[in-house]
């Protein structure tokens, strides 16, 4: 089956005139540049996997850390799938073989990126991650970022739409990102040679709901703690964190903590959930949540996969094109 290319993956659709709560988002997006000017890496890609039906592409999940976990998360998607009774039988089929290729019983997983299964074609996608940065702050949460707003960070079933109306300040933020790479002398150049590379394949960019971190501010910089798809959930976790992960994990490493210091810990947790804002201190600690903001790169073909050193530095080596696969039998 042939599949349509993505039409407008490389324009910007300028408009005036928003609706009111696009044009609110677009006005944060405005003060945020304007208070925060500087781009920043915010750590690895995320991986997942992204679906075409006809001439859309939606995100079918994301979170994975790897491009292996990325497979083996569509492959339990394609096993889920095939199940609900709502496919073609020779399609369900195709779905169960795909899944035991990418997430065998036993053996190897088959590092191939892109798969076609009746009127539907699977990629794995990578997710770039960054901050703005200003005056040695990294940006906070913006007010619109609630949690029915920022969603539950897999975005499953969100609808990729370059060409979907943007105001000034997105667009400017897009263009921005055009050129979006690691910072020189942080990565090695095979890393740096693909971002370049990544420029010109897959120029045009779309900005995906963000997620957060939790930093402790130490004298020698930002430690990060935890995260969640939500301010909130954040501010959450860690809680949690203080309360209950860290006597846990004590407790594993053989050294469980003494009285003084989980009670240090819990008054740290309960300050903490009563805290308001994003800065705040806890059991004479400093702490900030982060916004962690996220784009995809889009080609003529659609999202960007991962790439050669993504294989290497975060998952299997040497993912399988197409071309290298016969998949008839699966697909037939």
Not at 83 to 93: E, I, K, M, Q, Y
Not at 204 to 209: D, F
Not at 249 to 262: H, K, T, W, Y
Request: aromatic letters at 6%; a negative charge; charged letters at 25%.
């Amino acid at each position: 089956m042939t599949f349509p290319l993505m039409q407008g993956y490389d324009h910007i659709n300028l408009v005036a005139s928003l609706d009111p709560v696009a044009a609110v988002r677009d006005r944060e997006i405005g003060d945020a540049i304007l208070a925060f000017p500087k781009l920043l890496p915010a750590g690895s890609p995320d991986f997942g996997y992204a679906v075409q039906t006809g001439a859309e592409w939606r995100i079918g999940c994301l979170g994975a850390t790897d491009p292996s976990a990325a497979r083996y998360g569509l492959a339990a998607d394609l096993r889920r799938d095939a199940a609900d009774g709502g496919r073609p039988p020779g399609v369900a089929r195709a779905m169960l073989a795909a899944a035991g290729r990418l997430d065998p019983e036993e053996g190897d997983q088959l590092p191939k990126d892109e798969w076609e299964i009746g009127d539907r074609r699977y990629r794995i996608i990578r997710v770039e991650k960054y901050t703005l940065l200003g005056d040695r702050v990294m940006e906070p949460p913006r007010p619109t970022d609630t949690p029915g707003a920022c969603g539950d960070g897999m975005l499953r079933g969100h609808l990729l739409e370059p060409a979907a109306p943007a105001g000034q300040w997105e667009a400017q933020l897009r263009l921005n990102l055009v050129g979006f790479m690691p910072v020189p002398g942080s990565v090695p150049r095979m890393v740096l040679a693909e971002a370049q590379h990544a420029v010109r394949t897959h120029p045009g960019v779309v900005l995906l709901p963000p997620t957060f971190i939790a930093v402790e501010v130490k004298e020698n910089g930002w430690a990060p703690l935890t995260g969640g798809d939500d301010p909130e959930e954040t501010r959450h976790r860690l809680a949690r964190y203080f309360g209950d992960l860290l006597p846990r994990l004590r407790e594993f490493q053989g050294d469980p903590p003494a009285p003084a210091e989980l009670a240090e810990w819990d008054r740290a947790a309960e300050q903490i959930e009563a805290a308001t804002g994003h800065a705040f201190t806890a059991a004479g600690r400093e702490f900030r949540t982060v916004r962690i903001s996220r784009m995809l790169r889009l080609g003529r073909d659609g999202p960007e996969a991962p790439r050669p050193s993504d294989q290497e530095r975060y998952g299997l080596s040497g993912a399988v094109h197409d071309e290298e696969y016969d998949e008839e039998e699966e697909t037939s």
